[in-house]
């Protein structure tokens, strides 16, 4: 298996001053690195920004090399919600969520694939929605997924695409998510979840009927039901 080097580097430039810097490569010994430094700890040889280098790297470096080594077993970190969940009518429920790389290089996650995993009632696959008042099914567990390379992704709790059937009646189902990540076919990791997603209809004191999608502290709702 491939590691990362992290090391604290400390480059002499021919005039005799110091650069320091955090370096990582793709092994402890001899992996080709990147160094990053600012300018005010520069010499006239070893100039401000991103140079490449080699473990063990004490007094070596190759000066205006001009490109990053790619860190092949990055992986995303920091996956958050940004944002509060929105209603955007109909019923729909939207959500956006963003990450980064371990290595501070999204295209470093070229071999990563981050995504949701949405499970319903008891494992059988297609899930049937509870009819009345729907007329739907889906794949069940739910696997929707983008390149690590992305900066972020939406997500959307629909209504299960506008299949209402009459007679309505009061009905409250949840499903289970989680958002995940494997890179280069590796094991999955987990991100975020389980967060609960919860499906109600209810009727209304005038008879008529309500539906409401709830994740996350947000909501969506339709009222009444058409």
């Known amino acids: 298996m491939t ?9 002499t430039s021919p005039n005799g001053r110091k650069a320091t810097g955090v ?10 690195a990147t160094l990053s430094y600012e300018a005010s700890d520069t010499g006239t040889y ?3 920004g991103t140079h490449s280098v080699y473990c063990p790297c004490m007094g070596m470096f190759i000066n205006n090399v001009g490109s990053q080594a790619s860190v092949s077993n990055a992986y995303p970190v920091n996956f958050v919600q940004v944002g509060p969940g929105e209603d955007l009518g109909d019923a729909d429920l939207h959500f956006n969520y963003s990450w980064q790389s371990s290595s501070g290089k999204l295209p470093d996650l070229s071999a990563c694939v981050i995504y949701e995993v949405v499970t319903y009632g008891n494992g059988n696959s297609p ?5 009345p008042p729907w007329n739907y099914s889906n794949l069940n567990p739910v696997v929707n997924g983008v390149p690590g390379t992305d900066d972020g992704f939406s997500d959307d709790q629909l209504d299960g695409d506008d299949s209402w ?16 990540y494997t890179c280069n076919g590796g094991s999955e990791v987990n991100l975020m979840g389980p967060m609960s997603i919860v499906r109600t209809v209810s009727q ?23």
């Open 3 to 11: 590691h990362t080097a992290y090391a604290t580097a400390k480059l």
């Open 23 to 32: 370096m990582e490569g793709t092994n402890t010994t001899q992996a080709e």
């Open 46 to 48: 070893l100039e401000a």
């Open 127 to 131: 899930f049937v929605w509870p009819s």
């Open 165 to 180: 059937t009459k007679p309505y009646k009061a009905v409250t189902f949840p499903a289970t998510q989680y958002y995940r």
């Open 204 to 226: 209304n004191a005038n008879s008529t009927f309500m539906y409401q999608v709830t994740k996350s502290g947000a909501s969506a709702t339709i009222n009444p039901l058409p």
